[in-house]
């Protein structure tokens, strides 16, 4: 799911001891990390409710809509080609390209997370969104040796179902009150804007940010969100080659330094 969040998302800087993390610390450890990320779900729930009703959906069928697919741009887009007459091949291919992105969200998770039970599994897969993945990404990465990382990531991913499905009835009983401004085109590049926060560590992903982000603003044109796709690619791309690099000047680095101490 996309939405534009209003603030990065904070991870404590000094975690408490292992000992200390018992499911219930790290639920609600979840749940604090991913309060400043909540506000910025509401307006694109509201504006993804109103499309629906635009395209003719009942509020069953977008009720539905945003349970089963729980993806705010692949809804939109799904309304979209609907409200457009195209057929059923056609809109599921461009729902799948749009969310390729959590296949390596997924992929990235998988060590943290292969413990849990396989259907605790299914659920978080469910409720994966880009903002559970960043917030859990960066926690993990800092604290990887931490227990009970699955009810971390579930505290960060069940606010944001809650409020989505809310939000969206709340969209779709409001209708036309949905100021015209909240649209798709201000809200969409926000989120990955602000996701790029806690990534940017380092220099190569800093350069990362920066390709990505500006192959997908060149590309901004192309249908079904393809240039964010081709961004994404082009920044993950970049990102290894400027870890190679770096990997490459730290140990030349390192060998000069060693043959000055043997002279």
Not at 40 to 56: C, H, K, M, T
Not at 110 to 123: D, I, S, V
Not at 169 to 191: D, S
């Amino acid at each position: 799911m996309s939405a534009s969040p209003s603030a990065s998302a904070p991870v404590s800087d000094d975690p408490p001891p292992a000992s200390a993390l018992t499911p219930r610390v790290q639920l609600l450890a979840g749940v604090r990390a991913i309060l400043p990320l909540i506000p910025g779900v509401i307006p694109f729930a509201l504006v993804s409710a109103y499309a629906a009703r635009e395209a003719g959906l009942t509020v069953a069928e977008a009720l539905g809509l945003s349970t089963i697919v729980f993806a705010g741009a692949a809804q939109m887009a799904f309304v979209s080609l609907l409200a457009s007459g195209a057929i059923a091949p056609v809109i599921l291919l461009t729902v799948l390209v749009i969310n390729l992105r959590m296949v390596m969200y997924s992929a990235s998770l998988a060590p943290h997370l292969h413990r849990e039970p396989a259907w605790r599994r299914l659920l978080m897969g469910y409720l994966l969104t880009d903002q559970a993945f960043a917030v859990s990404i960066t926690r993990f990465t800092e604290a990887q040796t931490q227990p009970h990382k699955g009810w971390f990531y579930l505290g960060s991913a069940a606010p944001l179902w809650i409020v989505w499905q809310v939000f969206t009835l709340a969209g779709l009983l409001l209708g036309a009150r949905v100021p015209p401004q909240w649209g798709l085109e201000f809200t969409v590049p926000l989120v990955f804007l602000v996701l790029l926060v806690p990534a940017i560590r380092d220099r190569p992903s800093a350069e990362a940010a920066l390709v990505g982000g500006g192959v997908a603003t060149a590309l901004a044109a192309m249908p079904y969100n393809l240039g964010l796709i081709a961004g994404a690619v082009a920044g993950i791309g970049w990102g290894v080659l400027a870890e190679e690099r770096r990997d490459r000047r730290d140990r030349r680095d390192r060998r000069q330094r060693t043959q000055r101490e043997a002279a």
